[in-house]
């Protein structure tokens, strides 16, 4: 039995219209998975299956939270997953992937669906993914200050959110120009 046989659905036998199924992803999924963006988590997956003539339609509803490195001081960051994702599935002769549509082969007739959950969890995250302000690990930021090349001496009030840019002087002008609007 493999890692990931759990997460096989049979398309080919689906006796009903609908079939529902919840899924606890944890540590040991997100670690056997082997993606990139995070290896930590608890997330509770509920997945439904419609069957519409020749077309099985997905639903992912996916809540918890899973656990990425802090952009910033890498530390562990902890963030909330809550989203909810389709996937349209049909039978045919090989894998396909038809834009919107994934194609399975009729012969094997059942797909895995461990790999969509763990992308639409990442697709869920957000791209900036730091701590809150004064969260991060201090001796990191205070490294972090120390390499940083707009860094300006005030080494007690440093925040790479705030620090302020010295503004090129041939755009300076420009910011005393007023648009009129056309109501």
Request: charged content about 30%; some cysteine; glycine content about 6%.
């Amino acid at each position: 039995m493999g890692r990931f046989d759990n997460y096989n659905v049979e398309l080919k036998g689906l006796k009903a219209d609908t079939l529902s199924m919840d899924f606890d992803l944890d540590n040991n999924f997100f670690g056997n998975i082997d993606g990139e963006e995070f290896q930590k988590g608890t997330v509770k997956a509920q997945v439904t299956v419609k069957k519409n003539h020749d077309l099985f339609d997905f639903t992912f509803v996916l809540n918890g939270t899973v656990v990425v490195p802090c952009d910033r001081c890498l530390d562990d960051l902890e963030i909330d997953v809550e989203t909810e994702n389709c996937l349209r599935v049909k039978m045919g002769d090989t894998y396909a992937d038809e834009g919107d549509i994934v194609v399975v082969p009729e012969q094997e007739g059942s797909i895995n669906i461990a790999w969509y959950l763990y992308e639409f969890i990442a697709l869920a995250l957000p791209m900036k993914r730091v701590h809150l302000p004064g969260k991060c690990n201090r001796e990191m930021t205070g490294r972090l200050k120390k390499h940083s090349c707009s860094n300006n001496g005030d080494d007690d009030n440093y925040d790479s959110d705030t620090v302020e840019r010295e503004i090129d002087p041939r755009w300076e002008s420009l910011k005393n120009i007023q648009i009129e609007e056309d109501i």
